[in-house]
Protein backbone atom coordinates (compact mmCIF):
# COMPACT_ATOMS: atom_id res chain seq x y z
CA UNK A 1 0.00 0.00 0.00
CA UNK A 2 1.48 3.14 -0.66
CA UNK A 3 2.59 5.57 2.31
CA UNK A 4 3.69 8.43 0.63
CA UNK A 5 2.13 12.03 -0.36
CA UNK A 6 2.55 14.97 -0.97
CA UNK A 7 -0.54 16.38 1.25
CA UNK A 8 -2.45 14.20 4.10
CA UNK A 9 -5.52 15.69 4.78
CA UNK A 10 -6.90 14.76 8.44
CA UNK A 11 -11.02 14.53 8.68
CA UNK A 12 -13.31 13.84 6.27
CA UNK A 13 -16.13 16.32 7.30
CA UNK A 14 -16.66 19.36 5.22
CA UNK A 15 -13.57 20.56 5.57
CA UNK A 16 -11.50 17.98 4.53
CA UNK A 17 -13.79 17.14 1.60
CA UNK A 18 -13.40 20.76 0.60
CA UNK A 19 -9.17 20.62 0.91
CA UNK A 20 -9.99 17.55 -1.32
CA UNK A 21 -11.40 18.76 -3.93
CA UNK A 22 -9.21 21.77 -4.71
CA UNK A 23 -6.14 19.19 -4.50
CA UNK A 24 -8.07 17.26 -6.78
CA UNK A 25 -8.68 20.06 -9.37
CA UNK A 26 -5.11 20.57 -9.15
CA UNK A 27 -4.06 17.33 -9.40
CA UNK A 28 -2.17 17.32 -6.24
CA UNK A 29 -1.56 13.57 -4.92
CA UNK A 30 -3.10 13.82 -1.39
CA UNK A 31 -5.02 11.50 0.74
CA UNK A 32 -7.75 12.07 3.40
CA UNK A 33 -8.07 10.21 6.51
CA UNK A 34 -10.97 9.57 8.28
CA UNK A 35 -11.65 8.29 12.06
CA UNK A 36 -14.88 6.51 11.29
CA UNK A 37 -16.80 7.19 8.31
CA UNK A 38 -17.76 10.90 6.14
CA UNK A 39 -19.38 13.28 8.08
CA UNK A 40 -18.97 10.99 11.00
CA UNK A 41 -19.84 13.71 13.61
CA UNK A 42 -23.58 15.22 11.54
CA UNK A 43 -24.34 11.74 11.72
CA UNK A 44 -23.81 10.50 15.49
CA UNK A 45 -23.16 13.93 17.41
CA UNK A 46 -26.26 15.25 16.20
CA UNK A 47 -30.07 14.86 18.12
CA UNK A 48 -32.75 13.32 15.62
CA UNK A 49 -34.55 16.57 14.91
CA UNK A 50 -31.33 19.01 15.08
CA UNK A 51 -31.26 20.88 11.68
CA UNK A 52 -29.15 23.81 10.57
CA UNK A 53 -29.52 27.62 11.71
CA UNK A 54 -28.46 29.34 8.84
CA UNK A 55 -30.16 28.87 5.51
CA UNK A 56 -29.76 26.18 3.00
CA UNK A 57 -28.39 29.07 0.17
CA UNK A 58 -25.71 29.50 2.36
CA UNK A 59 -24.57 25.81 1.85
CA UNK A 60 -21.65 26.60 -0.54
CA UNK A 61 -18.60 24.22 -0.98
CA UNK A 62 -15.89 24.19 -3.56
CA UNK A 63 -17.76 22.89 -6.56
CA UNK A 64 -20.61 21.99 -4.43
CA UNK A 65 -23.66 24.12 -3.79
CA UNK A 66 -27.21 22.94 -2.35
CA UNK A 67 -29.25 22.70 -5.16
CA UNK A 68 -32.86 21.65 -3.10
CA UNK A 69 -36.47 22.93 -3.30
CA UNK A 70 -36.09 24.76 -0.21
CA UNK A 71 -33.01 27.53 -0.41
CA UNK A 72 -34.41 29.63 2.53
CA UNK A 73 -35.43 26.29 4.46
CA UNK A 74 -32.74 24.67 7.22
CA UNK A 75 -31.60 21.23 6.09
CA UNK A 76 -32.06 18.64 9.11
CA UNK A 77 -29.64 16.23 9.94
CA UNK A 78 -30.68 13.36 7.95
CA UNK A 79 -30.06 15.98 4.65
CA UNK A 80 -26.93 17.14 6.05
CA UNK A 81 -25.29 13.94 5.84
CA UNK A 82 -27.03 13.56 2.36
CA UNK A 83 -25.30 16.83 0.88
CA UNK A 84 -21.93 15.65 2.31
CA UNK A 85 -22.53 12.18 1.06
CA UNK A 86 -23.41 14.23 -2.47
CA UNK A 87 -20.10 16.45 -2.28
CA UNK A 88 -17.99 13.57 -2.23
CA UNK A 89 -19.87 11.55 -4.51
CA UNK A 90 -19.16 14.42 -7.18
CA UNK A 91 -16.05 14.22 -7.08
CA UNK A 92 -14.50 10.59 -5.16
CA UNK A 93 -12.02 12.13 -2.91
CA UNK A 94 -9.08 9.66 -2.20
CA UNK A 95 -10.59 8.87 1.40
CA UNK A 96 -9.50 6.46 3.41
CA UNK A 97 -12.20 5.47 6.00
CA UNK A 98 -11.64 4.16 9.58
CA UNK A 99 -8.02 5.31 9.88
CA UNK A 100 -7.35 6.85 13.18
CA UNK A 101 -4.32 9.39 13.23
CA UNK A 102 -2.16 8.69 16.86
CA UNK A 103 0.78 11.11 15.86
CA UNK A 104 1.72 13.39 13.58
CA UNK A 105 5.55 14.70 14.08
CA UNK A 106 8.60 16.14 12.24
CA UNK A 107 11.43 14.43 10.50
CA UNK A 108 13.92 17.04 10.86
CA UNK A 109 16.68 15.90 8.68
CA UNK A 110 13.84 15.34 5.75
CA UNK A 111 11.45 17.89 6.93
CA UNK A 112 9.06 15.90 6.00
CA UNK A 113 5.92 14.49 8.17
CA UNK A 114 5.36 11.49 9.56
CA UNK A 115 1.74 10.21 10.30
CA UNK A 116 1.51 7.77 12.67
CA UNK A 117 -2.14 5.79 12.24
CA UNK A 118 -4.01 2.45 13.49
CA UNK A 119 -2.83 0.95 9.72
CA UNK A 120 0.78 1.78 9.89
CA UNK A 121 3.33 4.84 9.25
CA UNK A 122 2.66 7.45 6.10
CA UNK A 123 4.52 10.70 5.28
CA UNK A 124 4.12 13.92 3.52
CA UNK A 125 5.68 17.24 2.29
CA UNK A 126 2.32 18.67 4.09
CA UNK A 127 -0.04 18.04 6.48
CA UNK A 128 -3.62 19.87 6.82
CA UNK A 129 -5.56 19.24 9.87
CA UNK A 130 -9.67 19.72 9.63
CA UNK A 131 -10.73 18.15 12.91
CA UNK A 132 -12.83 21.12 13.74
CA UNK A 133 -12.98 22.26 17.53
CA UNK A 134 -14.92 19.82 18.84
CA UNK A 135 -13.32 16.95 19.87
CA UNK A 136 -14.92 15.73 23.28
CA UNK A 137 -17.87 15.46 25.05
CA UNK A 138 -16.63 15.17 28.96
CA UNK A 139 -19.05 15.99 31.73
CA UNK A 140 -18.23 18.30 34.17
CA UNK A 141 -16.91 17.32 37.74
CA UNK A 142 -20.35 19.14 39.27
CA UNK A 143 -22.17 15.97 37.77
CA UNK A 144 -20.55 13.16 40.14
CA UNK A 145 -22.28 16.06 42.96
CA UNK A 146 -25.65 14.67 41.88
CA UNK A 147 -27.68 11.54 43.48
CA UNK A 148 -26.55 8.29 41.77
CA UNK A 149 -30.40 7.77 40.40
CA UNK A 150 -30.18 10.53 38.23
CA UNK A 151 -29.15 10.57 34.42
CA UNK A 152 -26.15 12.47 32.94
CA UNK A 153 -26.37 13.27 28.89
CA UNK A 154 -23.73 15.20 27.28
CA UNK A 155 -25.78 17.60 24.30
CA UNK A 156 -23.06 15.29 21.77
CA UNK A 157 -25.45 12.51 22.99
CA UNK A 158 -28.36 13.56 23.37
CA UNK A 159 -30.91 11.74 20.37
CA UNK A 160 -34.63 12.32 21.79
CA UNK A 161 -36.95 12.90 24.40
CA UNK A 162 -37.54 9.09 24.53
CA UNK A 163 -34.32 8.50 25.03
CA UNK A 164 -34.35 9.58 28.59
CA UNK A 165 -35.91 8.65 31.79
CA UNK A 166 -39.28 9.13 32.26
CA UNK A 167 -39.23 12.54 34.62
CA UNK A 168 -38.85 16.58 34.81
CA UNK A 169 -35.35 17.24 32.86
CA UNK A 170 -32.75 19.84 33.78
CA UNK A 171 -30.94 21.23 30.74
CA UNK A 172 -27.83 22.68 31.69
CA UNK A 173 -26.49 25.62 29.33
CA UNK A 174 -28.16 28.05 26.77
CA UNK A 175 -25.81 28.17 23.72
CA UNK A 176 -27.68 26.84 20.10
CA UNK A 177 -27.60 23.04 21.67
CA UNK A 178 -29.22 24.10 25.19
CA UNK A 179 -31.86 26.05 24.06
CA UNK A 180 -32.63 23.70 21.26
CA UNK A 181 -32.50 20.89 23.26
CA UNK A 182 -34.61 22.36 25.78
CA UNK A 183 -37.28 23.26 22.80
CA UNK A 184 -37.18 20.16 21.49
CA UNK A 185 -38.30 18.44 25.16
CA UNK A 186 -40.85 21.46 26.09
CA UNK A 187 -42.50 20.58 22.43
CA UNK A 188 -42.56 16.73 23.41
CA UNK A 189 -44.33 17.59 26.66
CA UNK A 190 -41.41 17.16 29.21
CA UNK A 191 -40.87 19.55 32.10
CA UNK A 192 -37.79 21.39 31.82
CA UNK A 193 -35.74 22.74 34.09
CA UNK A 194 -33.34 25.08 32.04
CA UNK A 195 -30.59 26.86 33.96
CA UNK A 196 -29.73 30.23 31.23
CA UNK A 197 -26.27 30.65 30.50
CA UNK A 198 -25.15 34.27 29.07
CA UNK A 199 -25.33 33.18 25.65
CA UNK A 200 -26.54 36.01 23.21
CA UNK A 201 -29.64 35.65 20.89
CA UNK A 202 -31.25 36.50 17.28
CA UNK A 203 -34.09 37.09 15.69
CA UNK A 204 -34.78 34.59 13.08
CA UNK A 205 -36.94 37.49 10.90
CA UNK A 206 -36.89 41.11 10.50
CA UNK A 207 -38.15 43.52 8.25
CA UNK A 208 -38.76 40.79 6.01
CA UNK A 209 -36.03 39.03 5.81
CA UNK A 210 -34.09 36.02 7.48
CA UNK A 211 -31.31 37.93 9.95
CA UNK A 212 -28.60 35.88 8.26
CA UNK A 213 -29.78 37.44 5.17
CA UNK A 214 -29.77 40.80 6.61
CA UNK A 215 -25.79 40.45 7.59
CA UNK A 216 -24.92 38.75 4.59
CA UNK A 217 -26.21 41.81 2.77
CA UNK A 218 -24.14 43.84 4.96
CA UNK A 219 -20.92 41.77 4.64
CA UNK A 220 -20.60 41.00 8.45
CA UNK A 221 -19.53 37.46 7.31
CA UNK A 222 -16.87 38.32 5.07
CA UNK A 223 -15.02 40.82 8.65
CA UNK A 224 -12.06 38.57 9.41
CA UNK A 225 -11.34 37.89 12.89
CA UNK A 226 -7.83 41.00 13.07
CA UNK A 227 -10.54 42.88 11.71
CA UNK A 228 -13.46 42.22 14.43
CA UNK A 229 -13.80 44.67 17.25
CA UNK A 230 -13.48 41.93 19.71
CA UNK A 231 -10.46 40.49 17.96
CA UNK A 232 -9.50 36.66 18.70
CA UNK A 233 -11.33 37.07 21.47
CA UNK A 234 -14.50 36.44 19.30
CA UNK A 235 -13.54 32.93 19.05
CA UNK A 236 -14.55 31.96 22.48
CA UNK A 237 -17.50 33.63 22.08
CA UNK A 238 -21.26 31.72 22.56
CA UNK A 239 -23.10 31.64 19.44
CA UNK A 240 -26.47 33.41 19.04
CA UNK A 241 -29.18 30.69 20.19
CA UNK A 242 -31.76 31.12 17.39
CA UNK A 243 -33.21 27.71 14.88
CA UNK A 244 -34.17 26.16 11.75
CA UNK A 245 -36.70 23.69 12.84
CA UNK A 246 -39.94 23.84 11.59
CA UNK A 247 -39.11 26.38 8.78
CA UNK A 248 -37.23 28.71 11.45
CA UNK A 249 -37.92 30.69 14.26
CA UNK A 250 -36.37 32.82 17.37
CA UNK A 251 -35.83 30.94 20.38
CA UNK A 252 -37.22 33.47 23.51
CA UNK A 253 -36.97 31.74 26.26
CA UNK A 254 -39.01 33.78 28.20
CA UNK A 255 -42.06 32.25 25.92
CA UNK A 256 -41.01 29.18 27.28
CA UNK A 257 -41.29 30.08 30.63
CA UNK A 258 -44.87 31.55 30.35
CA UNK A 259 -45.24 28.06 29.04
CA UNK A 260 -44.29 26.24 32.31
CA UNK A 261 -40.78 25.60 31.61
CA UNK A 262 -38.79 27.00 35.25
CA UNK A 263 -35.83 29.02 34.58
CA UNK A 264 -32.93 29.05 36.78
CA UNK A 265 -29.77 31.20 36.86
CA UNK A 266 -26.12 29.58 36.33
CA UNK A 267 -26.16 26.36 38.14
CA UNK A 268 -23.10 26.89 40.60
CA UNK A 269 -23.13 24.00 42.66
CA UNK A 270 -24.70 20.38 44.30
CA UNK A 271 -25.35 20.18 48.02
CA UNK A 272 -26.92 17.75 49.57
CA UNK A 273 -29.02 17.06 46.67
CA UNK A 274 -30.02 21.39 46.59
CA UNK A 275 -29.47 23.00 43.40
CA UNK A 276 -27.52 25.88 43.64
CA UNK A 277 -28.17 28.90 41.56
CA UNK A 278 -26.46 32.31 40.64
CA UNK A 279 -28.68 35.04 40.90
CA UNK A 280 -28.24 36.14 37.30
CA UNK A 281 -31.47 34.87 35.44
CA UNK A 282 -32.89 37.94 35.19
CA UNK A 283 -29.32 39.52 33.85
CA UNK A 284 -28.46 36.91 31.36
CA UNK A 285 -31.74 37.24 29.79
CA UNK A 286 -31.26 40.81 29.67
CA UNK A 287 -28.15 40.60 27.66
CA UNK A 288 -30.09 38.36 25.35
CA UNK A 289 -32.70 40.74 24.53
CA UNK A 290 -30.19 43.57 24.45
CA UNK A 291 -27.67 41.60 21.76
CA UNK A 292 -30.59 41.05 19.89
CA UNK A 293 -32.27 44.10 19.67
CA UNK A 294 -28.59 45.61 18.70
CA UNK A 295 -28.49 43.72 15.52
CA UNK A 296 -32.01 44.63 14.87
CA UNK A 297 -30.58 48.48 15.00
CA UNK A 298 -27.69 48.22 12.75
CA UNK A 299 -30.08 46.18 10.26
CA UNK A 300 -32.43 49.48 10.93
CA UNK A 301 -29.59 52.04 10.08
CA UNK A 302 -28.59 49.77 6.67
CA UNK A 303 -32.02 50.09 5.72
CA UNK A 304 -31.58 53.71 6.09
CA UNK A 305 -28.45 54.10 4.60
CA UNK A 306 -28.98 52.43 1.61
CA UNK A 307 -32.55 53.41 1.08
CA UNK A 308 -34.14 49.68 1.32
CA UNK A 309 -37.92 49.59 0.96
CA UNK A 310 -38.58 46.93 4.22
CA UNK A 311 -41.46 45.91 6.53
CA UNK A 312 -42.08 47.74 9.62
CA UNK A 313 -41.83 45.87 12.73
CA UNK A 314 -43.10 46.44 16.57
CA UNK A 315 -41.01 47.37 19.46
CA UNK A 316 -40.04 43.80 21.09
CA UNK A 317 -41.65 43.84 24.56
CA UNK A 318 -40.29 41.12 27.24
CA UNK A 319 -43.38 38.88 27.46
CA UNK A 320 -42.48 37.62 30.96
CA UNK A 321 -39.88 38.61 33.28
CA UNK A 322 -38.75 36.57 36.73
CA UNK A 323 -40.32 37.86 39.65
CA UNK A 324 -37.68 37.15 41.74
CA UNK A 325 -34.55 35.50 41.52
CA UNK A 326 -34.35 31.52 42.71
CA UNK A 327 -31.09 30.36 44.08
CA UNK A 328 -32.00 27.07 45.34
CA UNK A 329 -34.03 23.79 44.55
CA UNK A 330 -34.33 20.57 46.43
CA UNK A 331 -34.10 17.71 44.25
CA UNK A 332 -36.67 15.80 46.19
CA UNK A 333 -38.87 18.39 46.11
CA UNK A 334 -38.80 17.86 41.91
CA UNK A 335 -39.02 15.56 40.00
CA UNK A 336 -35.98 15.55 37.84
CA UNK A 337 -34.39 11.96 36.57
CA UNK A 338 -31.72 13.11 33.78
CA UNK A 339 -29.32 15.97 33.00
CA UNK A 340 -28.40 17.11 29.67
CA UNK A 341 -25.27 18.88 29.52
CA UNK A 342 -25.13 21.55 26.59
CA UNK A 343 -21.57 22.93 28.33
CA UNK A 344 -19.65 22.50 25.74
CA UNK A 345 -16.82 20.64 24.27
CA UNK A 346 -12.92 19.79 24.88
CA UNK A 347 -10.51 20.33 22.22
CA UNK A 348 -7.89 17.65 21.87
CA UNK A 349 -4.77 18.13 19.95
CA UNK A 350 -2.33 16.05 22.08
CA UNK A 351 -1.19 13.93 19.71
CA UNK A 352 0.24 16.57 17.28
CA UNK A 353 3.42 16.49 18.35
CA UNK A 354 4.73 19.70 16.51
CA UNK A 355 5.12 23.33 17.91
CA UNK A 356 2.03 25.11 16.99
CA UNK A 357 -0.55 24.75 20.43
CA UNK A 358 -0.62 27.07 22.82
CA UNK A 359 -0.98 26.87 26.95
CA UNK A 360 -4.34 25.77 26.31
CA UNK A 361 -3.63 23.84 23.89
CA UNK A 362 -5.60 25.56 21.20
CA UNK A 363 -3.75 25.71 17.40
CA UNK A 364 -1.75 29.09 16.85
CA UNK A 365 -2.36 30.13 13.30
CA UNK A 366 -2.92 33.01 10.59
CA UNK A 367 -5.34 31.88 8.63
CA UNK A 368 -4.77 28.49 9.45
CA UNK A 369 -1.05 28.91 8.45
CA UNK A 370 1.04 27.43 11.21
CA UNK A 371 4.53 28.59 11.64
CA UNK A 372 5.57 24.92 10.75
CA UNK A 373 5.98 25.19 7.57
CA UNK A 374 3.54 22.87 5.59
CA UNK A 375 1.67 22.07 8.80
CA UNK A 376 -2.03 23.66 8.06
CA UNK A 377 -5.31 23.75 10.18
CA UNK A 378 -8.74 24.42 8.29
CA UNK A 379 -12.49 24.06 9.75
CA UNK A 380 -11.79 26.46 12.97
CA UNK A 381 -14.44 28.27 14.65
CA UNK A 382 -13.44 31.54 13.55
CA UNK A 383 -10.36 30.65 11.77
CA UNK A 384 -10.45 34.02 9.68
CA UNK A 385 -14.21 34.84 9.51
CA UNK A 386 -17.89 33.78 11.59
CA UNK A 387 -18.27 31.43 8.56
CA UNK A 388 -15.11 29.26 8.51
CA UNK A 389 -16.43 26.38 10.75
CA UNK A 390 -19.73 26.62 8.59
CA UNK A 391 -20.64 25.36 5.12
CA UNK A 392 -20.47 29.05 4.13
CA UNK A 393 -16.90 29.89 4.78
CA UNK A 394 -14.86 26.85 4.86
CA UNK A 395 -14.07 26.84 0.97
CA UNK A 396 -12.96 30.61 1.10
CA UNK A 397 -10.56 29.40 3.75
CA UNK A 398 -9.60 26.01 1.46
CA UNK A 399 -8.18 28.19 -1.34
CA UNK A 400 -6.41 30.40 0.68
CA UNK A 401 -4.47 27.11 2.18
CA UNK A 402 -4.21 26.15 -1.18
CA UNK A 403 -2.02 29.06 -2.50
CA UNK A 404 0.32 28.25 0.33
CA UNK A 405 0.16 24.46 -0.93
CA UNK A 406 1.55 25.22 -4.02
CA UNK A 407 4.23 27.45 -3.02
CA UNK A 408 5.93 24.66 -1.28
CA UNK A 409 5.39 21.89 -3.90
CA UNK A 410 8.70 20.68 -5.14
CA UNK A 411 9.64 21.97 -8.03
CA UNK A 412 8.90 19.17 -10.39
CA UNK A 413 5.33 18.74 -8.93
CA UNK A 414 4.61 22.47 -9.41
CA UNK A 415 6.17 22.06 -13.03
CA UNK A 416 4.08 18.93 -13.85
CA UNK A 417 0.61 21.06 -12.40
CA UNK A 418 1.54 23.78 -14.96
CA UNK A 419 2.10 21.58 -17.74
CA UNK A 420 -1.30 19.51 -16.85
CA UNK A 421 -2.96 22.86 -16.75
Same mark, same amino acid.
Not at 156 to 178: M, R, W
Given at each position: ????? $???????????????? /????????????????? &???????????????????????????????????????????????????????????? =???????????????? %?????????????? !????????????? /? *????????????? #????????????????????? &?? *?????? /???????????????????????????????????????? !?? @????????????????????????? +????? *????????? =??????????????????????? +? @? %?? $?????????????????? *??????????????? !???????????? &????????????????????????????????? $???????????????????????????????????????? #?? =??????? +??
Amino acid at each position: MKNQY $EVIVIGAGQAGLSMSY /LLKQKGIDHVVFEKKRI &SDSWRNYRWDTFCLVTPNWQCNLPGYSYSGNDPYGFMVKDEIVEFLEGYAASFDPPVKEG =VEVLAVSREPLTDSFT %VLTNEGIYTASQVV !VCIGNFHSAPLPK /L *AEKFPTYITHVHS #AHYKNPESLPAGDVLVVGTGQ &SG *AQIAED /LHLAGRNVHLCVGKAPRCARLYRGKDVVEWLDMMKYYDIP !VD @KHPEGENVRDKTNHYVTGRDGGREI +DLRKF *ALEGMKLYG =VLNDVSDSELVFAPNLKEHLDYA +D @K %VS $ENIKKRIDQYILDNQIEA *ATEPTYVPVWAPASE !VTSVLLENTNIT &SVVWCIGFGMDYSWLKLPVLNERGHPVHQRGVT $EVDGLYFLGLTWQNTWGSARFSGVGKDAEYLLESIEKNLP #AT =VSALDST +DA
